[in-house]
């Protein structure tokens, strides 16, 4: 009983009661710094991610890559990387399913030290000023302008009948009057010969009655 009890005493658990709470929108790349000054003499740091009640191995870094109690993990999408004091995991285009709890453990010989953080990937937030897309309807085709046209067509149709009735009709009349006109010439000039004929006549006949009267 006291061997178990002094093994315990040397493979003593440090935990850190600090825990860290970060919040990440969908898509965006994340680092987590998990902070301790055992780092500078660690020879391994684990990463753990738990979600749903299954905890999962993510990453592991190895001062010894070479010894056999160590060995190197890597996850596709996550990076982590030691210095200062500090080991950073990143996280790259996180999603829901990156939301969960994430523990490093750094051991140091017989020491390990825990430190916790909690992610919370949300997704984007909308903006409720966002302007609706308007969807563009036919416009209706516009009545007034066929109708005025049917008006000034009805307006104008009756005067150009009209118009079009007076010519036909002046036209006609003239037509009419040409040969009236031809006649009343005729007529004027014979009677102008007739008169200009009578006058001769009466001119001779006193020319006569003169040169008989000397005889």
Same mark, same amino acid.
């Given at each position: 009983m006291r061997v178990v009890f002094l093994f315990v005493l040397v493979f003593s658990v440090a935990v850190c009661d600090t825990e860290?709470?970060?919040?990440?929108?969908?898509?965006?790349? %994340?680092?987590?710094?998990?902070? $301790?000054?055992?780092?500078?003499?660690?020879?391994?740091v684990r990463i753990t991610f738990e979600r749903d009640g299954q905890k999962k191995l993510v990453a592991?870094?190895?001062?010894?890559?070479?010894? /056999?109690?160590?060995? %190197?993990?890597?996850?596709?999408? %996550?990076?982590?990387?030691?210095?200062? /004091?500090?080991a950073s995991l990143i996280l790259l285009d996180v999603s829901s399913s990156n939301s969960g709890l994430y523990e490093a453990q750094v051991f140091n010989g017989n020491n390990v030290s825990e430190i916790q953080a909690t992610l919370v990937v949300k997704e984007p937030v909308l903006s409720s000023t966002k302007e609706t897309p308007q969807t563009s309807s036919p416009k209706p085709p516009d009545s007034s302008g066929h109708l005025w046209l049917w008006l000034c067509a009805l307006l104008i149709l009756p005067v150009l009948t009209v118009?079009?009735?007076?010519?036909?009709?002046?036209?006609?009349?003239?037509?009419?009057?040409?040969?009236?006109?031809?006649? $009343?010439?005729?007529?004027?000039?014979?009677?102008?010969?007739a008169s200009a004929k009578k006058y001769m006549g009466k001119k001779l006949h006193w020319l006569c009655s003169g040169l008989l009267q000397d005889l």
């Open positions: 860290l709470k970060l919040e990440a929108t969908d898509g965006e790349n %994340v680092t987590i710094p998990f902070k $301790t000054a055992e780092l500078e003499r660690a020879d391994r592991q870094y190895c001062r010894c890559a070479d010894c /056999g109690y160590c060995r %190197v993990v890597e996850t596709p999408g %996550v990076l982590l990387r030691i210095e200062e /004091g500090t118009i079009g009735f007076l010519l036909f009709k002046k036209r006609r009349r003239d037509h009419v009057a040409l040969p009236y006109t031809g006649e $009343t010439r005729e007529t004027s000039d014979v009677s102008s010969a």
